[in-house]
Protein backbone atom coordinates (compact mmCIF):
# COMPACT_ATOMS: atom_id res chain seq x y z
CA UNK A 1 0.00 0.00 0.00
CA UNK A 2 0.98 3.45 -0.98
CA UNK A 3 0.05 6.59 0.62
CA UNK A 4 0.97 10.44 1.10
CA UNK A 5 0.51 13.26 3.30
CA UNK A 6 1.45 16.83 2.94
CA UNK A 7 1.77 19.78 5.17
CA UNK A 8 2.44 23.35 5.05
CA UNK A 9 1.09 26.61 4.39
CA UNK A 10 0.60 28.99 1.65
CA UNK A 11 3.19 31.41 2.87
CA UNK A 12 4.99 29.67 5.24
CA UNK A 13 8.29 28.49 5.04
CA UNK A 14 7.35 25.50 2.99
CA UNK A 15 5.28 22.73 1.56
CA UNK A 16 6.36 19.31 2.70
CA UNK A 17 5.28 15.47 1.39
CA UNK A 18 6.31 12.46 2.66
CA UNK A 19 5.14 9.18 0.28
CA UNK A 20 6.00 6.01 1.78
CA UNK A 21 5.29 2.34 0.40
CA UNK A 22 6.88 2.20 -3.06
CA UNK A 23 9.67 -0.71 -3.62
CA UNK A 24 13.11 -0.44 -3.45
CA UNK A 25 15.48 0.27 -6.34
CA UNK A 26 12.80 2.60 -8.14
CA UNK A 27 14.87 4.42 -10.24
CA UNK A 28 14.51 8.60 -9.64
CA UNK A 29 16.30 11.69 -9.71
CA UNK A 30 15.57 14.93 -8.14
CA UNK A 31 15.93 16.81 -12.06
CA UNK A 32 12.82 14.77 -13.06
CA UNK A 33 10.83 15.63 -9.78
CA UNK A 34 11.72 19.60 -10.70
CA UNK A 35 10.78 19.05 -13.99
CA UNK A 36 7.29 18.05 -13.21
CA UNK A 37 7.18 20.90 -10.52
CA UNK A 38 8.25 23.71 -12.86
CA UNK A 39 5.33 22.21 -15.48
CA UNK A 40 2.62 23.09 -12.72
CA UNK A 41 3.71 27.17 -12.41
CA UNK A 42 3.99 27.51 -16.16
CA UNK A 43 0.32 29.08 -18.26
CA UNK A 44 -1.04 32.50 -19.09
CA UNK A 45 -2.75 33.75 -17.07
CA UNK A 46 -0.81 33.24 -13.98
CA UNK A 47 -0.82 35.46 -11.06
CA UNK A 48 2.23 37.22 -9.12
CA UNK A 49 3.16 34.27 -6.89
CA UNK A 50 4.63 32.15 -9.97
CA UNK A 51 7.05 34.93 -10.50
CA UNK A 52 8.22 34.61 -7.14
CA UNK A 53 8.71 31.02 -6.76
CA UNK A 54 10.77 28.43 -8.45
CA UNK A 55 9.68 25.49 -7.06
CA UNK A 56 12.56 22.49 -6.36
CA UNK A 57 12.04 19.68 -4.12
CA UNK A 58 14.91 19.19 -1.54
CA UNK A 59 14.71 15.06 -0.88
CA UNK A 60 15.82 14.50 2.74
CA UNK A 61 14.91 11.38 2.98
CA UNK A 62 13.77 7.67 1.27
CA UNK A 63 16.20 7.97 -2.01
CA UNK A 64 20.03 6.90 -1.74
CA UNK A 65 22.28 7.20 -5.00
CA UNK A 66 19.44 8.48 -7.28
CA UNK A 67 16.96 5.14 -6.40
CA UNK A 68 14.67 4.60 -3.47
CA UNK A 69 15.27 2.75 -0.09
CA UNK A 70 11.55 1.38 0.47
CA UNK A 71 11.88 3.49 3.19
CA UNK A 72 9.26 6.60 3.93
CA UNK A 73 10.25 9.34 0.81
CA UNK A 74 10.58 13.33 2.49
CA UNK A 75 10.46 15.73 0.15
CA UNK A 76 10.42 19.73 0.89
CA UNK A 77 9.76 22.58 -1.39
CA UNK A 78 10.58 25.95 -0.03
CA UNK A 79 8.20 28.70 -0.67
CA UNK A 80 10.49 32.26 -1.49
CA UNK A 81 8.14 34.57 -0.85
CA UNK A 82 8.09 33.33 3.24
CA UNK A 83 10.88 36.31 3.69
CA UNK A 84 7.70 38.74 2.72
CA UNK A 85 5.12 36.93 5.02
CA UNK A 86 7.44 36.32 8.19
CA UNK A 87 5.86 39.07 10.62
CA UNK A 88 2.54 37.85 9.97
CA UNK A 89 3.10 33.41 9.42
CA UNK A 90 5.89 33.32 12.01
CA UNK A 91 5.02 30.21 14.13
CA UNK A 92 5.70 32.30 17.04
CA UNK A 93 3.76 35.32 17.93
CA UNK A 94 5.45 38.75 17.30
CA UNK A 95 5.33 41.24 19.22
CA UNK A 96 2.97 44.10 17.69
CA UNK A 97 -0.45 43.95 16.33
CA UNK A 98 -1.44 41.28 13.99
CA UNK A 99 -4.02 43.17 11.30
CA UNK A 100 -6.95 40.43 11.01
CA UNK A 101 -8.88 39.77 7.94
CA UNK A 102 -12.37 39.89 7.97
CA UNK A 103 -14.34 39.85 4.72
CA UNK A 104 -14.63 36.52 3.23
CA UNK A 105 -14.51 35.78 -0.16
CA UNK A 106 -16.91 34.32 -1.92
CA UNK A 107 -15.78 30.84 -3.43
CA UNK A 108 -12.84 30.53 -1.43
CA UNK A 109 -12.54 29.03 2.23
CA UNK A 110 -12.53 31.71 3.58
CA UNK A 111 -16.17 32.15 5.68
CA UNK A 112 -16.51 27.95 6.16
CA UNK A 113 -13.09 27.57 7.28
CA UNK A 114 -13.43 29.79 10.16
CA UNK A 115 -16.75 28.53 10.61
CA UNK A 116 -15.65 25.19 11.56
CA UNK A 117 -11.97 25.61 12.75
CA UNK A 118 -13.13 28.50 15.40
CA UNK A 119 -10.86 30.92 14.13
CA UNK A 120 -10.95 34.61 14.72
CA UNK A 121 -8.43 35.83 11.58
CA UNK A 122 -9.93 34.63 8.01
CA UNK A 123 -5.66 34.50 7.25
CA UNK A 124 -5.72 31.13 9.36
CA UNK A 125 -8.42 29.48 6.29
CA UNK A 126 -6.36 31.14 3.26
CA UNK A 127 -3.26 29.25 4.24
CA UNK A 128 -4.03 25.82 3.98
CA UNK A 129 -6.96 25.88 1.58
CA UNK A 130 -4.66 27.44 -0.99
CA UNK A 131 -3.43 25.59 -4.27
CA UNK A 132 0.10 26.13 -3.14
CA UNK A 133 -0.84 22.90 -1.23
CA UNK A 134 -0.80 20.60 -4.48
CA UNK A 135 2.97 21.80 -5.04
CA UNK A 136 3.63 18.87 -3.11
CA UNK A 137 1.20 16.38 -4.65
CA UNK A 138 2.96 16.87 -7.59
CA UNK A 139 6.02 16.14 -5.70
CA UNK A 140 4.48 12.79 -4.65
CA UNK A 141 3.11 11.83 -7.72
CA UNK A 142 5.96 12.53 -9.81
CA UNK A 143 7.13 9.52 -7.79
CA UNK A 144 3.96 7.96 -8.49
CA UNK A 145 4.29 8.81 -12.57
CA UNK A 146 7.79 7.17 -12.52
CA UNK A 147 6.95 3.84 -10.65
CA UNK A 148 4.59 3.39 -13.22
CA UNK A 149 7.13 4.08 -16.15
CA UNK A 150 8.74 1.29 -15.12
CA UNK A 151 6.14 -0.55 -16.50
CA UNK A 152 5.20 0.93 -19.55
CA UNK A 153 2.33 3.21 -17.79
CA UNK A 154 2.50 6.86 -19.05
CA UNK A 155 0.06 9.54 -17.88
CA UNK A 156 -0.83 12.68 -19.66
CA UNK A 157 -2.92 15.81 -20.12
CA UNK A 158 -4.73 18.93 -22.30
CA UNK A 159 -6.85 21.58 -21.71
CA UNK A 160 -10.29 21.04 -23.64
CA UNK A 161 -11.37 24.50 -23.14
CA UNK A 162 -11.03 27.95 -21.02
CA UNK A 163 -13.81 30.42 -21.21
CA UNK A 164 -16.00 28.12 -23.21
CA UNK A 165 -13.39 28.03 -26.31
CA UNK A 166 -13.20 24.37 -27.79
CA UNK A 167 -11.31 23.72 -30.62
CA UNK A 168 -12.87 23.29 -33.55
CA UNK A 169 -11.38 19.28 -34.25
CA UNK A 170 -11.21 18.05 -30.79
CA UNK A 171 -8.81 15.26 -30.29
CA UNK A 172 -10.69 13.61 -26.85
CA UNK A 173 -13.44 12.20 -29.70
CA UNK A 174 -10.55 9.87 -31.40
CA UNK A 175 -9.72 8.92 -27.70
CA UNK A 176 -13.33 8.22 -27.02
CA UNK A 177 -13.72 6.42 -30.31
CA UNK A 178 -10.50 4.47 -30.00
CA UNK A 179 -9.24 5.84 -33.16
CA UNK A 180 -5.50 6.09 -31.65
CA UNK A 181 -2.30 3.60 -32.46
CA UNK A 182 -2.13 0.89 -30.53
CA UNK A 183 1.40 1.99 -29.28
CA UNK A 184 -0.34 5.78 -28.31
CA UNK A 185 1.45 7.20 -24.84
CA UNK A 186 -0.29 9.55 -22.94
CA UNK A 187 2.66 11.65 -22.22
CA UNK A 188 2.99 12.51 -25.79
CA UNK A 189 -0.15 14.78 -24.99
CA UNK A 190 1.42 16.28 -22.15
CA UNK A 191 4.91 17.22 -24.76
CA UNK A 192 2.82 18.80 -27.57
CA UNK A 193 0.29 20.65 -24.94
CA UNK A 194 3.25 21.97 -22.74
CA UNK A 195 4.21 24.00 -25.86
CA UNK A 196 1.46 26.11 -25.87
CA UNK A 197 0.99 28.73 -23.47
CA UNK A 198 -2.36 27.52 -22.36
CA UNK A 199 -1.63 23.87 -22.86
CA UNK A 200 -3.99 23.51 -25.85
CA UNK A 201 -3.22 21.24 -28.84
CA UNK A 202 -4.16 24.05 -31.78
CA UNK A 203 -2.41 27.01 -32.79
CA UNK A 204 -5.82 28.81 -33.83
CA UNK A 205 -7.47 27.47 -30.36
CA UNK A 206 -4.44 29.17 -28.30
CA UNK A 207 -4.90 32.66 -29.93
CA UNK A 208 -8.97 32.63 -29.06
CA UNK A 209 -8.09 31.54 -25.56
CA UNK A 210 -5.25 34.13 -24.94
CA UNK A 211 -7.84 36.80 -26.12
CA UNK A 212 -10.41 35.72 -23.93
CA UNK A 213 -7.79 35.72 -21.23
CA UNK A 214 -6.97 39.56 -21.51
CA UNK A 215 -10.31 40.23 -21.46
CA UNK A 216 -10.70 39.12 -18.12
CA UNK A 217 -7.72 41.04 -17.19
CA UNK A 218 -8.97 44.37 -18.22
CA UNK A 219 -12.38 43.68 -16.42
CA UNK A 220 -10.18 42.69 -12.98
CA UNK A 221 -11.85 38.88 -14.03
CA UNK A 222 -11.07 35.23 -14.10
CA UNK A 223 -12.39 32.10 -15.99
CA UNK A 224 -12.22 28.39 -15.97
CA UNK A 225 -12.34 25.45 -18.14
CA UNK A 226 -11.66 21.94 -18.88
CA UNK A 227 -9.06 19.80 -19.55
CA UNK A 228 -8.05 16.06 -20.64
CA UNK A 229 -6.44 13.17 -18.15
CA UNK A 230 -5.34 10.24 -19.76
CA UNK A 231 -3.52 7.16 -18.69
CA UNK A 232 -1.67 4.69 -21.18
CA UNK A 233 -0.31 1.43 -20.74
CA UNK A 234 -2.43 0.30 -17.85
CA UNK A 235 -3.18 -3.35 -18.07
CA UNK A 236 -6.37 -5.27 -17.33
CA UNK A 237 -7.71 -5.71 -14.16
CA UNK A 238 -6.65 -2.99 -11.53
CA UNK A 239 -9.29 -2.29 -9.28
CA UNK A 240 -12.48 -4.00 -8.07
CA UNK A 241 -16.10 -4.33 -8.14
CA UNK A 242 -15.83 -6.32 -4.88
CA UNK A 243 -15.74 -2.93 -2.67
CA UNK A 244 -17.36 0.78 -3.19
CA UNK A 245 -14.18 2.10 -1.95
CA UNK A 246 -12.11 0.31 -3.76
CA UNK A 247 -13.27 0.54 -7.42
CA UNK A 248 -10.74 2.16 -9.83
CA UNK A 249 -13.27 4.60 -10.85
CA UNK A 250 -14.29 6.00 -7.44
CA UNK A 251 -10.60 6.64 -6.57
CA UNK A 252 -9.75 9.01 -9.43
CA UNK A 253 -13.14 10.86 -9.02
CA UNK A 254 -12.09 11.66 -5.63
CA UNK A 255 -8.49 12.35 -6.34
CA UNK A 256 -9.01 14.67 -9.47
CA UNK A 257 -12.40 16.06 -7.50
CA UNK A 258 -9.99 17.08 -4.54
CA UNK A 259 -7.56 19.38 -6.64
CA UNK A 260 -8.46 22.85 -5.99
CA UNK A 261 -11.78 24.66 -7.60
CA UNK A 262 -12.33 21.43 -9.73
CA UNK A 263 -16.43 20.93 -9.57
CA UNK A 264 -17.10 18.20 -11.99
CA UNK A 265 -15.14 14.86 -12.94
CA UNK A 266 -16.16 12.06 -15.27
CA UNK A 267 -14.27 9.09 -16.57
CA UNK A 268 -14.82 8.90 -20.68
CA UNK A 269 -18.06 9.68 -22.25
CA UNK A 270 -20.01 9.97 -18.50
CA UNK A 271 -22.45 12.86 -18.79
CA UNK A 272 -22.55 12.39 -22.61
CA UNK A 273 -23.96 8.52 -22.07
CA UNK A 274 -26.31 9.16 -19.44
CA UNK A 275 -28.45 10.84 -22.89
CA UNK A 276 -28.08 7.81 -25.44
CA UNK A 277 -28.81 4.58 -26.45
CA UNK A 278 -27.03 1.81 -24.87
CA UNK A 279 -26.49 0.73 -28.48
CA UNK A 280 -24.64 3.94 -28.66
CA UNK A 281 -22.62 3.57 -25.54
CA UNK A 282 -20.92 0.61 -24.65
CA UNK A 283 -17.95 -0.64 -26.19
CA UNK A 284 -18.06 -3.81 -28.18
CA UNK A 285 -15.40 -6.00 -27.44
CA UNK A 286 -13.38 -7.60 -30.10
CA UNK A 287 -10.24 -10.46 -30.21
CA UNK A 288 -7.09 -8.75 -30.60
CA UNK A 289 -3.81 -10.75 -31.16
CA UNK A 290 -3.33 -12.83 -27.99
CA UNK A 291 -6.36 -10.82 -25.94
CA UNK A 292 -9.05 -8.76 -26.46
CA UNK A 293 -9.92 -5.36 -27.38
CA UNK A 294 -12.74 -2.23 -27.48
CA UNK A 295 -13.64 -0.81 -31.11
CA UNK A 296 -14.80 2.48 -29.23
CA UNK A 297 -13.66 3.69 -25.30
CA UNK A 298 -16.77 5.46 -24.61
CA UNK A 299 -16.12 3.89 -21.01
CA UNK A 300 -13.00 5.64 -20.46
CA UNK A 301 -10.54 2.55 -20.35
CA UNK A 302 -13.13 1.42 -16.98
CA UNK A 303 -15.53 -1.60 -16.46
CA UNK A 304 -17.23 -2.21 -13.25
CA UNK A 305 -14.46 -0.46 -11.40
CA UNK A 306 -11.98 -2.49 -13.15
CA UNK A 307 -9.52 -1.11 -15.93
CA UNK A 308 -10.08 -2.77 -19.18
CA UNK A 309 -6.61 -2.22 -20.51
CA UNK A 310 -7.68 1.04 -23.08
CA UNK A 311 -6.21 4.27 -22.26
CA UNK A 312 -7.75 5.61 -19.30
CA UNK A 313 -9.71 8.82 -19.75
CA UNK A 314 -10.62 11.56 -17.14
CA UNK A 315 -12.45 14.88 -18.23
CA UNK A 316 -12.40 17.71 -15.24
CA UNK A 317 -14.32 21.05 -15.02
CA UNK A 318 -12.56 23.84 -13.23
CA UNK A 319 -14.76 26.93 -12.01
CA UNK A 320 -12.88 30.45 -12.49
CA UNK A 321 -10.58 31.32 -9.52
CA UNK A 322 -12.61 33.23 -7.01
CA UNK A 323 -10.90 35.43 -6.46
CA UNK A 324 -11.59 38.77 -8.46
CA UNK A 325 -9.78 41.98 -8.87
CA UNK A 326 -13.46 43.53 -9.28
CA UNK A 327 -14.69 41.72 -6.26
CA UNK A 328 -18.61 41.14 -5.71
CA UNK A 329 -20.60 41.03 -2.80
CA UNK A 330 -19.49 39.57 0.92
CA UNK A 331 -19.56 41.04 4.19
CA UNK A 332 -17.64 42.47 6.94
CA UNK A 333 -17.87 40.26 9.53
CA UNK A 334 -16.44 42.56 11.96
CA UNK A 335 -19.37 45.50 11.47
CA UNK A 336 -21.83 42.44 9.78
CA UNK A 337 -22.15 44.98 6.72
CA UNK A 338 -22.51 44.79 3.03
CA UNK A 339 -18.92 45.35 1.34
CA UNK A 340 -17.23 44.37 -1.63
CA UNK A 341 -14.86 41.12 -1.27
CA UNK A 342 -11.42 41.30 -0.39
CA UNK A 343 -8.72 41.22 -2.87
CA UNK A 344 -5.72 38.49 -2.59
CA UNK A 345 -3.17 37.90 -4.84
CA UNK A 346 -4.42 35.00 -7.41
CA UNK A 347 -4.45 34.12 -11.07
CA UNK A 348 -6.74 34.70 -14.22
CA UNK A 349 -7.01 31.55 -14.81
CA UNK A 350 -5.14 28.29 -13.89
CA UNK A 351 -6.78 25.63 -16.07
CA UNK A 352 -3.44 24.96 -17.53
CA UNK A 353 -1.73 24.04 -14.05
CA UNK A 354 -4.74 22.37 -12.80
CA UNK A 355 -4.46 19.79 -15.75
CA UNK A 356 -0.76 18.87 -14.79
CA UNK A 357 -1.87 18.64 -10.42
CA UNK A 358 -4.39 15.98 -12.46
CA UNK A 359 -1.69 13.83 -13.83
CA UNK A 360 0.08 13.83 -10.38
CA UNK A 361 -3.23 12.54 -9.13
CA UNK A 362 -4.26 10.17 -11.70
CA UNK A 363 -1.05 8.27 -11.53
CA UNK A 364 -1.34 8.03 -7.83
CA UNK A 365 -4.24 6.58 -7.67
CA UNK A 366 -2.87 4.39 -10.57
CA UNK A 367 -0.40 3.58 -8.92
CA UNK A 368 -2.60 2.97 -5.68
CA UNK A 369 -3.78 -0.22 -7.13
CA UNK A 370 -0.86 -1.59 -9.03
CA UNK A 371 0.88 -1.78 -5.97
CA UNK A 372 -2.08 -3.48 -4.53
CA UNK A 373 -1.79 -6.13 -7.74
CA UNK A 374 1.53 -6.76 -7.40
CA UNK A 375 3.21 -5.69 -4.41
CA UNK A 376 6.87 -6.63 -4.40
CA UNK A 377 9.45 -4.95 -1.70
CA UNK A 378 11.82 -4.20 -4.62
CA UNK A 379 11.39 -3.19 -8.24
CA UNK A 380 12.49 -6.40 -9.15
CA UNK A 381 9.76 -8.51 -7.09
CA UNK A 382 7.53 -5.96 -8.41
CA UNK A 383 8.44 -6.70 -12.16
CA UNK A 384 8.30 -10.48 -11.78
CA UNK A 385 4.90 -10.66 -10.34
CA UNK A 386 3.63 -7.90 -13.09
CA UNK A 387 4.93 -9.59 -15.61
CA UNK A 388 3.45 -13.22 -14.61
CA UNK A 389 0.30 -11.93 -14.60
CA UNK A 390 0.47 -10.33 -18.10
CA UNK A 391 2.12 -13.13 -19.64
CA UNK A 392 -0.18 -15.84 -18.66
CA UNK A 393 -3.47 -13.75 -18.44
CA UNK A 394 -5.13 -14.88 -21.90
CA UNK A 395 -3.87 -18.47 -21.73
CA UNK A 396 -5.44 -18.63 -18.27
CA UNK A 397 -8.61 -17.26 -19.80
CA UNK A 398 -8.77 -19.83 -22.25
CA UNK A 399 -8.31 -22.74 -19.79
CA UNK A 400 -10.89 -21.74 -17.71
CA UNK A 401 -13.11 -21.33 -20.79
CA UNK A 402 -12.14 -24.44 -22.78
CA UNK A 403 -14.78 -27.41 -23.58
Given amino acids: MIRFLTAGESHGKAVTVIAEGFPSNLPIKKSYIDFHLKRRQQGYGRGGRMKIESDAAEILSGIRNGKTLGSPISMLIKN ?58 VAAGTIARKYLEEFGINVGSYVESIGDIFPKTNFTESLLLNNIRKDFNAWHLSKRSD ?30 GSFIVVASGVPVGLG ?137 DSIRETKDNYNNYTRKLFSRMKKNFKK
Fill in 80 to 137: KDWVNWKEIMDAEKIPGDTVKINIPRPGHADLVGISKYDFDDIRNSIERSSARETAAR
Fill in 240 to 376: TFMHYDRRLDAGIASAIMSINAVKGVEIGQGFQNANAFGSQVHDEIIKSGHGFTRKTNRAGGIEGGISTGLPIIVRAAMKPIATLMSPIESVNLSTMRKVDARRERSDFVAVPACAVIAESMLAWVIAEHFSEKFGG
Fill in 195 to 224: QSDVRVLDDEHQKKIINKIKTAKKRGDTLG
